[in-house]
């Protein structure tokens, strides 16, 4: 099977129809400060489960680069993102509308978008089947030292303190392991709790990590509108604005397609490496926070580049680079599927269906996001205040309909507060949710490695994929500790709060 047998899946109308109702509601998530990709990926994921699962990959996918699309809009007309990834077009997409550049302004981000999407899509596409070709020489050592490797690296790349992901990846191992001994078969950590037998459900965790929490942290701030008012016009760049911007596309294109390969870099961090490298080759820095077009092409490739980057790791290795990825690692493992490298040949239909429809997918974005920008500016003008009822309701009503327990609902009401206090104290919950993701996987590979070796840790450094994996996991636990690198994390962390 290959991509012209991806398509005829990609094509039929069921799927046709999940692909758009993915990118519809990833735009619309977009677009709409304060809900996330993730958040509404949680709550339409129980919708997902009487479906087949490319369809369902096909819709959640969808949801997760519409988001990128959408999320620039509010950044260029309310000078709020609406997506973490599109804070950094908020410095020039915003002055350009000020300056009544507005049209031209999103007509540069859906194109640089389309274009830095469609780049990683065909590395993804030709980059997947030799990875996990690869990926078959590992064996069980290999593999945990690659998921020890992968939470390090996660960790070592978050905004705050190595510590505080330290810590909230060891609660999140500590979650994924609740429930029945995967070798023994007994309870553990249950608590008595019946339900928990099964495990603590990701999703109730996810959606009040990443949903309620936000939910709250918006209520408290009071998010205030002051949309932009004047009339959009002349979507289509002009010649300059393309010489301006072929650059900064391809650039952002390859340096995206980059990070989303790496654990915790994603679109957020490949926006703003796109924006520092612009800046620093430009002939007229000084123009960029003030209106430079490279400033909107850049990092909006960036940023849509970098989702079929972590694509690559999530199919081939079953790593998750993003908690988008995390769920959806999560959602294959519910549908049945497991991922990993022999993915492209005991289920080719969910892989080359999933890559065509992203193609598909980003078609469809570009004419979502160009004749109809009046559309999503009304929706702006939406008060927040009537859309929390619906995003409450919809949360309990998918938490409930999981397993049909109220457990659940309890458990997604807890991480919610959790998750508040969480964003408040400035830990972040993406290690907590790539640690959970990971535990029953990371515990069976470890369990699995000491049975072969009759209980011997040297396994892990004995054999030489797995020792190379372990010594970088190390040597990424003691950089923090040296003096030049930690004061050049603190200085990231200020200009991140700044």
């Not at 519409?66 to 410095?91: D, F, H, K, Q, R």
């Not at 010489?243 to 790496?262: M, N, Q, T």
């Not at 961090?269 to 620093?280: C, D, H, I, L, Q």
């Not at 289920?347 to 999933?354: A, L």
């Amino acid at each position: 099977m290959d991509i012209f047998d991806g398509f005829s899946i990609a094509l039929t109308i069921a799927n046709l129809g999940y692909c758009a109702a993915g990118v519809f509601i990833g735009t619309l998530v977009g677009v709409l400060p304060g809900i996330g990709p993730v958040a509404a990926m949680s709550i339409l994921f129980p919708v997902t489960l009487g479906i087949p699962p490319v369809s369902a990959v096909i819709m959640l996918s969808g949801i997760y680069y519409g988001a990128m699309y959408g999320g620039s809009t509010t950044s260029i007309l309310v000078n709020i993102p609406g997506e973490a990834s599109s804070v950094i077009t908020c410095l020039d997409g915003h002055q350009m509308a000020r300056k009544g550049r507005a049209g031209v302004a999103l007509g540069i981000s859906a194109i640089g978008s389309f274009i830095g999407g469609t780049l990683a899509i065909i590395g993804l596409q030709i980059a997947a089947p030799h990875l996990a070709k690869v990926a078959l020489i590992f064996g069980f050592p290999e593999y945990f030292s690659l998921m020890c490797c992968g939470l390090v690296v996660l960790t070592f790349m978050a905004q705050g303190s190595m510590v505080r992901a330290l810590m909230m990846a060891v609660v999140g191992l500590f979650l994924g392991s609740i429930g029945m001994d995967l070798v023994m078969g007994t309870p553990r950590f249950t608590f008595g709790v019946v339900e928990f037998s099964d495990g603590v459900g990701l999703i109730p965790v996810i959606m009040g990590l990443f949903g309620i929490s936000e939910v709250l942290l918006n209520i408290e701030q009071r998010i205030s509108k002051d949309v932009f008012s004047g009339k959009i016009s002349q979507i289509w760049p002009s010649r300059k604005d393309w010489a301006d911007s072929a650059g900064p596309i391809s650039r952002g294109g390859l340096i995206g397609f980059f990070f989303g390969l790496l654990p915790g870099a994603g679109p957020v961090a490949a926006g703003f490496v796109s924006y520092s490298v612009e800046k620093k080759i430009s002939k007229h820095p000084e123009q960029f926070g003030q209106g430079a077009i490279e400033g909107v092409a850049g990092p909006e490739a960036a940023n849509n580049a970098a989702i079929g980057g972590a694509f690559i790791p999530l199919l081939t290795l079953a790593i998750p680079s993003t908690p988008g990825m995390a769920l959806l690692l999560g959602a294959f493992l519910s549908y049945g599927v497991n991922v990993g490298p022999l993915l492209i040949t005991q289920h080719p239909d969910i892989f080359w269906g999933v890559v065509a429809s992203m193609y598909i997918g980003n078609i469809m974005l570009i004419v979502l996001n160009l004749p109809f920008v009046g559309l999503w500016v009304k929706i702006l003008k939406i008060p927040y205040h009537y859309l929390v009822p619906a995003i409450l309701i919809f949360c309990v009503i998918g938490s409930y309909s999981l397993s049909n327990s109220i457990v659940d609902v309890i458990v997604m009401i807890v991480f919610g507060f959790i998750g508040y206090l969480f964003k408040k104290l400035k830990y972040e919950a993406a290690p907590l949710i790539m640690a959970m993701v990971l535990s029953p996987l990371m515990e069976n590979n470890f369990r699995q490695s000491l049975l072969l070796s009759q209980g011997d840790f040297m396994i892990f450094f004995s054999r030489p994929l797995s020792a190379i994996l372990m010594c970088i996991a190390v040597l990424l636990l003691i950089l923090p500790n040296l003096s030049w690198v930690r004061k050049r994390r603190e200085k990231r962390l200020e200009a991140s709060l700044e």
